[in-house]
């Protein structure tokens, strides 16, 4: 007698339930063994409930469940990869970012993380982190993007990083409806945002739950920036309104200023409208002997 895959599959849970129950590793082990050899869809996974199951097992007293538990999640992983490899998935534009990259040590880690886990690069796949696939291959490359992201020098437990980055991804799809060429462009704006070395509080805003992942999505990209981009910006603004100067305007040479850093009167300045036309001209001063740069009004 033969019986569908989804059956079988729901009838190896049941067991396997009952033999945790009645304290039965050994036998545990054995059912983990038969569903280890179960070829696995997401769809299969989805509606039998098995992956969350068995998933939950990565955490059980007993090592050897634990360890195998780990297997057959990694085994199915792989075979769900595969999966979505064969559909050919529409490809996001990464290459100038840095690729989601497998760590040596990924799956033969067990037990506490140790105290420097938080500075190695986190992704999914080293976090061994699981959660409910999208049915979209591009979503879900999405989710583990923001889960790197949003992992980077984070100490924060993993499932906890996980569901924020569920719901950044769902908070943008909502918004485009679907993953087209303006989700992707968002996305990756938010991805480069947050993984930024200088925009560390952002992450942590969204990690520690101070911002919401729907305020987040709907941010201005002057919204994004950290402080410390933010007096780039204005820094650069200026730079270029020192070297905005037009044909017709001759820098003077003069004494009238004194350099405040070499206390010398040899300065160059040339007069610019950088406001209304009703308010004063800004004078922008370079010192020729140090090349000190200041404006005022
Ligand atoms: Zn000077």
Redesign the pocket.
Known sequence: MSTRPEEHVLLLKKKLARQLESGDDTGALAILDGLSRVQVSEELLRATKVGVFVGKLRKHENSRVADKARDVVAKWRRMVKRDEAAEKPARIDTSRTTPLRRSPSSGSASGPPSPGAGLRERTVTSDDVAYIRTGNAVRNKMIEMFYAALAKSSTADADRIMAKAVAVEEALFKQFTTPDTGYRARVRELYLNLKGDDNPALREAIVSGDLSPTRFCTMSSDDLMSEEQRQQELKINEENLFKARGAGQQEAATDAFK?P????R??TYFQMQTRSADEPMTTFVT?V????RWKFC
């Open positions: 350099c850093k070499c206390k010398q040899k300065c010192c002997v140090c090349n000190n």
